[in-house]
């Protein structure tokens, strides 16, 4: 399953990245010195590597980037925070110039998905194994368990507040595990499943989206079903496919997290005080701050090292009390960018997206792929954190390469 062939340089560097791949929903900070490793030996073989450069022009967005970046702090104040932010974000101008060296081919790029598949069935038996453990002693503790048929009921009422959301996901923030679902989903449905352990597996997959509850990973899934739909021909798989649409439809949506996502941001700009806001509350509070600031400084923003210190303080201002005490990023990428960097930052970053549209729009796994970057990067800042900032500028690259590694050809540099 590892990486064998090739000089052992390279052998050490996709290995590296397996493993990293593999750790991604385990934790947060346990793929991060494979990562490390992945760099070091990229640039080794950026040396040595006998392989002529071909340019493609796309990839030179990412480092285009880190630059925008790099210059955001000459307007910075708090100067350790953007050098910080810089510094983790070198990987986005590394991994696109390392991978005009390093030779993969579908096989390779699929074990990268193989790895994080392994590592995503055991992150969901892991907080399995927690929520259960979890559950049961407050059914020890309570009270109110009596005998068998008050021991289901209190089950019924209870097991949402331990299987399902944050409280379910306890190795990784649930947004990102959903991510992880989402892609190895969109890369090994574009195939057929031709056995049953494959069946197995695709169903412990959706089942654990269920529980995560996370619902730009739900809109991401609608979308991609949608998708999945209009590409059938035949007429009765497609109706077939549209019932099984729909009553999948329904049971999300009896996801009591879903039900109380309704309730929670419904109305939220008529509330006064926002002490004891939502998680769902706080997003939509967090891109209204962002909003603002960006009104007030749409050109150069706020500078990679205190952005989110005005963001914080914004907070304050308007009385978002939750928000201000988590300390809480702008929780949309393209909102975090446009705070750090301007209207520069922020056209990058959306041009990088406009490309790989252009380029995923061949097939409908492709597009899918889009759509879980893009609308990923609308509820999460992923390009703040080291591991983020990893993983995006890792499967970007690769997609917008001539020949995506959702195709199965060879997409070997020459």
């Known amino acids: 399953m590892f990486y064998k062939e090739d000089h052992w340089v390279v052998m050490t560097f996709w290995n590296s990245l397996y493993i990293a791949f593999f750790l991604l929903p385990l934790g947060i900070n346990l793929p991060t010195p494979f990562f490390v490793i992945s760099i070091v030996f990229g640039i080794v073989i950026i040396f040595i590597s006998p392989r002529k450069l071909v340019l493609e022009k796309s990839l030179l967005l990412f480092p285009l980037y880190v ?41 390779t790029v699929r074990r990268l998905f193989d790895f994080l598949l392994v590592g995503v069935v055991i992150s969901f038996f892991i907080n399995i194994a927690y929520a259960s453990n979890n559950l049961i002693y407050y059914l020890i503790d309570d009270y109110k368990v009596t ?22 996901s306890k190795l990784v923030n649930s947004n990102y595990v959903s991510i992880y679902i989402l892609l190895v989903l969109s890369y090994y449905l574009k195939n057929k499943i031709k056995s049953r352990s494959q069946l197995i597996v695709v169903v412990l997959l959706f089942v654990y989206l269920f529980l995560l509850a996370s619902i730009a990973a739900y809109l991401i899934l609608t979308i991609m079903s949608i998708l999945l739909i209009f590409d ?32 929670r941001v419904k109305g939220f700009k008529n509330t006064s005080e926002y002490e004891n806001t939502t998680s769902e509350k706080s997003r939509l509070l967090a891109w209204d701050a ?74 409908r796994n492709e597009f899918s792929v889009f759509l879980i970057l ?11 954190r080291f591991n983020g900032i990893v993983f995006f500028s890792i499967v970007t690259p690769l997609l917008l390469k001539k020949r995506s590694i959702l195709s199965s050809r060879i997409i070997r540099n020459a």
Not at 72 to 96: A, C, H, K, M, W
Not at 374 to 384: A, D, G, Q, T
């Open 67 to 107: 630059v925008i970046l790099a210059i955001g702090l000459i307007y910075t104040e708090n100067l350790s925070d953007g050098i910080s932010l810089v510094q983790r974000s070198l990987s986005l101008l590394l991994f696109p110039i390392i991978f005009l060296f390093v030779k993969e081919d579908a096989a």
């Open 147 to 168: 005998d068998f048929f008050s021991l289901l009921e209190e089950v019924k009422n209870q097991w949402h507040h331990y299987f399902t959301g944050l409280s379910f």
């Open 232 to 263: 059938i021909n035949q007429k009765e798989k497609k109706y077939m496919m549209m019932i099984v649409f729909f009553l999948g439809v329904i049971v999300f949506l009896n996801n009591p997290r879903v039900t109380d996502f309704y309730y």
């Open 290 to 363: 962002s909003l603002k600031l960006i009104k007030e400084a749409p050109i150069f923003g706020y500078g990679v090292g205190d952005a989110n210190h005005v963001l914080i303080e914004k907070y304050k201002e308007l009385g978002y009390t939750l928000n201000h005490k988590n300390k809480y990023n702008a929780h949309n990428q393209f909102l975090q960018t446009f705070l750090q960097t301007g209207i520069v930052g922020f056209a990058i970053l959306i041009n990088i997206f406009i490309l790989l549209a252009l380029r995923m729009k061949r097939s």
């Open 374 to 384: 893009f609308i990923s990067l609308l509820f999460e800042s992923m390009l703040v």
